[in-house]
């Protein structure tokens, strides 16, 4: 069965989690305590084949962006979340997209072929 690892990153109590939840188990939590890492597990079906995505909801806070690094470094796919009720969680996702993408272009050399490195 194939694999995805998923990230999930953005400012602290924007949502992250409730959205997670919400996608893993159909239920909608309210009242959470802040996360630092928090790792799901959910089967779908991708290109009609059986796959697994593997969710790591991770902390919002600045105590814990010296991770990021290396949660990016291990994911495959990304999902910023901000608040639309909250203009500074939308600009703090900036940083992380800029991260995803330093950190993401390490090792890849470039080549005529590849001028995105």
Excluded: C, H, W
Aim: proline share 4%; hydrophobic share 40%.
């Amino acid at each position: 069965m194939r694999e995805y690892k998923v990230v999930v990153l953005g400012s602290g109590g924007v949502g992250k989690s409730a959205l997670t939840v919400q996608f893993v188990t159909g239920t909608f939590i309210e009242k959470y305590d802040p996360t630092i890492e928090d790792f799901y597990r959910k089967e779908i079906e991708v290109d009609s084949s059986p796959s697994v995505l593997e969710i790591l909801d991770t902390a919002g806070t600045e105590q814990f962006a010296s991770m990021r690094d290396l949660y990016i470094k291990n994911g495959q796919g990304f999902i910023l979340v901000y608040s639309l009720v909250n203009q500074q969680s939308f600009q703090d996702i900036k940083p992380m997209r800029d991260q995803i993408i330093r950190v993401k272009r390490l090792g890849v050399v470039y080549s005529p072929s590849n001028p995105v490195a």
